[in-house]
């Protein structure tokens, strides 16, 4: 019997998933909410009845332990220099711009003010400084979707600040040459691993933004131990579909919830480096995914207030559509050229 390819093996083939995988998921938050943007709750929504976390929550953790294996291994091969660069031009050129014509085009066309009363609110001036230099997804415009369950306009950027803080995070651990280390890497997930399970053995019920902070850096940790032991983890499709099996029994008791974000990180990474997977697709020519995390929640709320009897199951039709068709003028008229820039700075290495 064959043993499974490790990722190190799989590293070395051209081919990847990353990118129809990262799509995927930014899709699926689009989808998860659509639940919550047309009556403010989520439980209805399948995915949480049965594993206790959106559709949403889950490609976000997706995105955490893919974004936890890359940087990581951007840091190890490239530089904290290059390192730096990198991060900045992947992630504010599109923030920003996504925050001003959210704010300057889209509030300014939904607004029940006057346009000269909207742009002169200190309240629009508040939601862009606070956007962008805090990550606010709670903040409304003046006179925006008033009459909607949630009045916010960028609801998902609130997860760009655990991004942030993660690469900080990599950034200290790389400086300092703790990733030269991986025992003290996998120290540090452990610790984080029993910080969940004690959390869920004291109090289940607690504050969910105690669960958010153990639940997002633990996966992007992971993500970015994974790399580091990379000539050791398998790349195994049956291994994981037992793993997925073995989460049921545990969803009974305090352990579910680590063991559910471990398999996670392990499981997206076999998803989009398992050879039997990769090569059978041509890589996307354009990385939309960002553009419809961003763009996606915006353009729902839009459509709700203007058709407010709509269900969230025929929200998603034109919700998707035409966060994939705003995600497309944000790559190709900042997010391409940003990266094109990023290659100018960074030159050869």
């Known amino acids: 019997m064959r043993s499974a390819p490790t990722v190190e093996q799989a590293l070395s083939s051209p081919h990847n998933n990353f990118g129809w995988l990262r799509l995927a998921m930014a899709l699926a938050v689009v989808v998860s909410h659509a639940y919550s943007v047309t009556d403010g709750r989520v439980e209805q929504e399948p995915w949480f009845q049965t594993t206790g976390f959106t559709l949403g929550e889950h490609a976000v953790n997706g995105f955490f332990a893919i974004s936890g294996f890359l940087v990581t291994m951007s840091f190890l091969r490239r530089g904290w220099r290059d390192y730096l660069v990198a991060r900045l031009l992947r992630i504010a050129p599109g923030l920003i711009a996504a925050t001003l014509v959210v704010a300057l085009v889209l509030g300014v066309a939904m607004t029940t003010l006057d346009w000269r009363a909207y742009l002169a609110d200190p309240r629009l001036w508040r939601f862009i400084w606070g956007t962008l230099t805090s990550f606010k997804s709670a903040a409304a415009l003046p006179g925006v979707f008033g009459s909607?369950?949630?009045?916010?306009?960028?609801?998902?950027?609130?997860?760009?600040?655990?991004?942030?803080?993660?690469?900080?995070?990599?950034?200290?651990?790389g400086l300092a040459g703790l990733l030269l280390r991986p025992r003290l890497a996998l120290a540090a997930v452990m610790a984080l691993v029993l910080a969940v399970v004690a959390r869920e053995a004291l109090a289940p019920?607690?504050?969910?933004?105690?669960e958010t902070a153990l639940r997002l850096p633990l996966i992007f940790a992971a993500g970015g131990l994974i790399y580091l032991?990379?000539?050791?983890?398998?790349?195994?499709?049956?291994l994981l579909a037992v793993a997925l099996v073995l989460l049921v029994p545990l969803s009974f008791t305090p352990l579910y919830k680590a063991a559910l974000y471990l398999v996670t990180a392990w499981g997206v990474l076999?998803?989009?480096?398992?050879?039997?997977?990769?090569g059978r697709l041509a890589e996307p020519t354009a990385d939309l995914s960002y553009g419809v995390y961003l763009y996606g929640w915006p353009i729902q709320q839009a459509l709700h207030a203007l058709m407010p009897a709509m269900p969230a199951t025929a929200l998603l039709v034109p919700s998707l559509l035409l966060s994939l068709v705003v995600a497309g003028l944000s790559w190709f008229l900042v997010e391409k050229p940003a990266l094109g820039l990023k290659r100018r700075l960074l030159g050869a290495r």
């Open 148 to 173: 909607n369950p949630f009045q916010f306009p960028m609801g998902t950027v609130w997860t760009l600040k655990y991004e942030t803080l993660c690469y900080l995070g990599v950034l200290v651990a």
């Open 229 to 238: 032991y990379r000539e050791k983890v398998p790349l195994s499709l049956p």
């Open 205 to 210: 019920h607690g504050a969910k933004s105690v």
């Open 270 to 278: 076999v998803l989009s480096l398992a050879p039997s997977l990769t």
